[in-house]
């Protein structure tokens, strides 16, 4: 018999699936009973035929076969009697190949029964991050941290590293919302703090094997949450991509801090200019020697001094030498100072790294780079009222170092012969002049996470207490259960050899061979993507 159900629309209805099956130019078919099988050359309208019909090329000879010929016309080419003419609606799948599989709505997916029993639980109650000891048996192990989907370690990284043991940006989801905000911004809020930040901070009873064969897990959010997030965030920015393409890091916290309408973390004033707002700051590479082949940028677009490195040793910056490199050579200034600094470290595509390994700085010192403050002389430690940036390169005075100067130790310092054509720029001082020596605290940051790329895949590594050791890996997707149609298991992992590295001087660091590192600190140095700072004190007024 031949197979009903077939549509005039394209297609026909498998009968053991029930689904609308599409047959066009190169579909392979069969017809009749027992089938004849053969691929469609043709489909169109012949006259005097009120349907559809399709032209077949039979795999066997048949004797009232044509040449794709029908009734003197030619339709289609193929050897004599092999041309065969039928209804297409009488056409069927051929039955001797397996039906090619649906694709599968990976977005719509994660809200599927399939992801039950991956699912996470919705915590309403305020949780602050964890700490001591409980860091450890909540947060490490397989099944922990942030579940990726559908290229979600951008997001995954981002929030693992900003929120799950640092409360510096709690303001985020706990601030209230700008009555100018969009409507889904009040949702959006509501689902990072109680579906992803809550039971990623949860703690509870130590007997984790009874709750997990309860599929009640703690430190984890399933993908499902996220994903919902995910789909805010592209309908209320209307901007596609953010369910199912891979995104940077910025691009996700941008959108999310424009959609709750948050005030940027970074206020910046370019010398008299009108102070200017973000959320990130770009680290500027350093200077390349002209004779360098791989150079992507003219020396004069890179303000920190560079030369190559000796022969077996790995060229290494450290994040406040770029940070004050950065902001002397183009005139900023910070006009307040920020409760969390987020730097984009320099890189150039997958191929480029301006560097084999960038040491992030423990404590970031941003004293001298703010504006209105009072500064000490680099040299008597006076009230500073004079900055010199062509100084900054002297390896005579403070190597390293923004170079300040008191009014005496300016004039002492440029009549040296080497100095005399330098120009420096007077700052202001607040509050007038000042006698004696200045004995200021100084303003510090403390680093708190780093988010690292490779090959277009984000991990991030959290700081989780005071001692140099205490460091957490996170991969959103370290391992994965099943094919196309599975899931990645995250997984969370002590570090602890990461503080010995971070503990390396510049000059010592750049000895270490690249090869003998371990993975974490590998991709820490070698990989760093964005590095999280923040003040204690200062975010508890935030």
Not at 44 to 49: D, E, N, T
Not at 497 to 519: I, K, N, Y
Request: negative net charge.
């Amino acid at each position: 018999m031949l197979a009903q159900g077939g549509s005039e629309d394209g297609g026909w209805t498998d009968r053991e699936t029930g689904l609308d099956v599409e047959l066009e130019v190169g579909s392979m078919v069969e017809v009749n009973d027992p089938p004849l099988f053969g691929v469609i050359r043709w489909i169109g309208r012949i006259r005097g035929v009120p349907q559809t019909v399709a032209g077949i090329e039979l795999d066997q000879e048949l004797a009232a076969g044509t040449d794709g010929s029908y009734l003197g016309n030619r339709y289609f080419r193929c050897p004599a009697n092999k041309g065969l003419f039928v209804k297409r609606r009488n056409c069927r799948r051929d039955s001797r190949f397996p039906a090619p599989e649906i694709p599968v709505n990976q977005v719509e997916r994660c809200n599927s029964i399939a992801f039950a029993e991956w699912g996470s639980e919705r915590v309403e109650e305020p949780t602050p991050p964890l700490e001591g000891e409980e860091v450890l048996e909540v947060l490490q192990g397989w099944k922990r941290g942030i579940q990726g989907h559908l290229n979600s370690c951008y997001l995954d990284a981002s929030l693992f590293s900003l929120f799950s043991c640092c409360s510096s940006a709690d303001w985020v989801m706990l601030g209230p919302l700008d009555p100018s905000a969009p409507p889904g911004s009040s949702r959006a809020q509501d689902l990072l703090r109680c579906e992803i930040v809550n039971p990623l901070r949860r703690s509870g009873p130590h007997c984790f094997a009874y709750f997990a064969a309860l599929n009640i897990w703690f430190g984890y959010v399933c993908a499902s949450k996220t994903m919902s997030l995910r789909l805010l965030l592209e309908a209320e920015n209307h901007n596609t991509g953010f369910t199912n393409q891979e995104k940077d890091p910025e691009e996700f916290l941008n959108t999310l801090f424009q959609l709750f309408h948050l005030e940027p973390l970074l206020k910046i004033r370019s010398m008299s200019q009108e102070p200017q707002e973000c959320h990130f700051y770009q680290l500027f590479p350093p200077t390349v020697l002209p004779h360098s082949p791989s150079s992507p940028l003219s020396p004069s677009l890179s303000p920190l001094p560079y030369s190559p490195p000796a022969a077996g040793q790995m060229r290494v910056a450290t994040v406040q030498a770029m940070l004050d490199s950065s902001f002397l050579h183009t005139g900023l200034k910070l006009v307040v100072a920020p409760s969390c600094l987020l730097l984009l470290m320099p890189r150039f595509g997958k191929d480029f790294k301006m560097f084999d390994a960038i040491l992030p700085t423990l404590c970031l010192d941003i004293t001298d780079l703010l504006d209105d403050t009072l500064r000490q002389c680099s040299i008597c430690q006076a009230v500073a009222e004079w900055e010199c940036s062509q100084c900054y390169l002297d390896l005579d005075i403070t190597p390293g170092r923004l170079k300040q100067y008191c009014h005496t130790c300016n004039t002492q310092v440029h009549s040296h012969r080497k100095r005399l054509s330098h120009k420096p720029d007077q700052i202001s001082v607040p509050g007038g002049s000042w006698a004696g020596p200045l004995h200021g605290t100084r303003q510090r940051l403390e680093l708190f996470a780093v988010t690292c790329i490779q090959t277009s895949h984000y991990v991030s590594l959290v700081k989780h207490g005071p001692r140099p050791s205490d460091w957490l890996f996170f991969d959103s997707m370290a391992d994965r259960e099943g094919g196309e149609n599975g899931f990645n298991v995250p997984q969370v992992r002590a570090c602890p050899e990461v503080g010995r590295f971070l503990s390396l001087s510049e000059q010592e660091l750049s000895h270490v061979d690249p090869a003998s590192l371990p993975e974490s600190a590998r991709r820490l140095l070698c990989d760093a993507y964005m590095c999280f700072y923040h003040s204690p004190q200062l975010s508890i007024y935030k």
